[in-house]
């Protein structure tokens, strides 16, 4: 049981949020971006969902985020074959004394950290089994309900569905991810950094910069950041406009069959006080929300088959949406 959660200031919420990065990058080579992603969605609260091919280091990061932090970590390796009882646990018949009785059994999704490594490789029925963990923070085995482990963070991973043997991920679960982050591949500099540092006889060793106690004190402070109405109102502009019937966007009422849900407005919100916070700001300003808009809407905006045709992405359609949101804002 966790003990009374530590107070917190500004300032110290930015000490830690910058020392969680620096241990990163000592294992990390580049994708500062990432990180940085990774971090925003930790303090927030949220879960995040990793994309990209395989051998770019999104295992890696989950685990160098195991290390650098205090909290029980757990992995699950999603394959086709995977059940949702693999997942949750389930009840076992225990015999203790000549008498046999159900006992529950706890699955790895008891943890404070999970990875989901490869979370689309598992059919939809298991991919569903983490709805109500990610959204209630609870399980349901039978007709018990259990909480789990706070703070409860899944950082899945992902490669792109184009490549075999992967399923699409549902969109209700879709939305309940916080942040999805997309893994670039290396620039040559980072290529040679990153064999200089794996290819010896040990691997950089983390040190730990915050227990579970910490985390939700930062958590804590990151939600009482203020956000003037303005900025608030512009958030919520951006929504709208991912929505073709709502929009003054051409190419999202071409390429777009539904827009952003309201959690991500308020992941917008969140992520932008966060972001602040890591800027060492106590406010949130216009550029915070843009900062946060690709990683918070992505996966949140669901494409016709003719955006695939016309290889339109939905961070270009995005990019669009900031940018007509801005001239508007302009010239109001």
């Known amino acids: 049981m966790i003990a009374e959660e530590p107070r917190l ?53 989950v685990r160098s985020l195991g290390q650098a932090l205090t909290l029980s970590f757990a992995r699950i390796q999603f394959t086709p074959d995977l059940m949702p009882a693999d ?24 943890a404070n950290l999970v990875l989901a490594d490869e979370i689309n490789r598992a059919t939809p029925k298991t991919q569903s ?14 007709t018990e309900t259990r909480a789990l482990p706070t703070p409860f963070f899944v950082l899945a991973t992902q490669n792109p569905i184009e490549l075999e043997g992967t399923y699409p991920l549902p969109e209700a679960q ?26 010896g006889n040990a691997l950089p060793q983390l040190k730990p910069v915050a227990d579970a106690n910490a985390i939700l004190a930062a958590q804590q402070v990151a939600r009482e950041v203020p956000i003037a109405e303005h900025v608030l109102v512009y958030a919520g502009k951006l929504i709208a406009a991912t929505h073709p019937d709502r ?11 539904f827009g952003a849900s309201p959690r991500g407005l308020q992941t917008l919100v969140l992520a932008g006080k966060v972001r602040a916070l890591l800027d060492g700001r106590y406010n949130v300003a216009f550029d915070d929300v843009v900062a946060v808009a690709r990683p918070a809407l992505r996966h949140r905006i669901f494409l016709q ?11 270009q359609l995005i990019d669009e949406i900031v940018e007509k949101t801005d001239k508007a804002k302009a010239a109001g």
């Open 87 to 110: 997942i949750v646990g389930t009840n076992v018949i225990r015999e203790e004394k000549g008498r046999r009785e159900f006992q529950y059994q706890a699955g790895p999704l008891f």
């Open 9 to 61: 200031d500004g300032a110290q919420v930015t000490d830690l949020a910058r020392a969680l990065e620096t241990e990163l990058a000592r294992l990390i080579v580049g994708q500062k971006e990432l990180v940085r992603d990774t971090v925003i969605s930790l303090i927030a609260g949220g879960h995040m969902l990793l994309e990209g091919v395989p051998g770019l280091g999104k295992t890696v990061l």
């Open 174 to 199: 879709l939305d309940r991810f916080f942040f999805k982050a997309l893994v670039k591949f290396p620039s040559e500099e980072e290529l040679l950094e990153i064999a200089r540092r794996t290819t």
């Open 129 to 142: 089994a983490l709805l109500e963990a990610m959204q209630e923070r609870t399980v349901t085995v039978g």
């Open 305 to 315: 088959f003719e955006a695939e045709a016309d290889e339109v992405t939905s961070d």
């Open 247 to 257: 929009t003054g966007v051409d190419n999202v009422k071409r390429y777009v069959r």
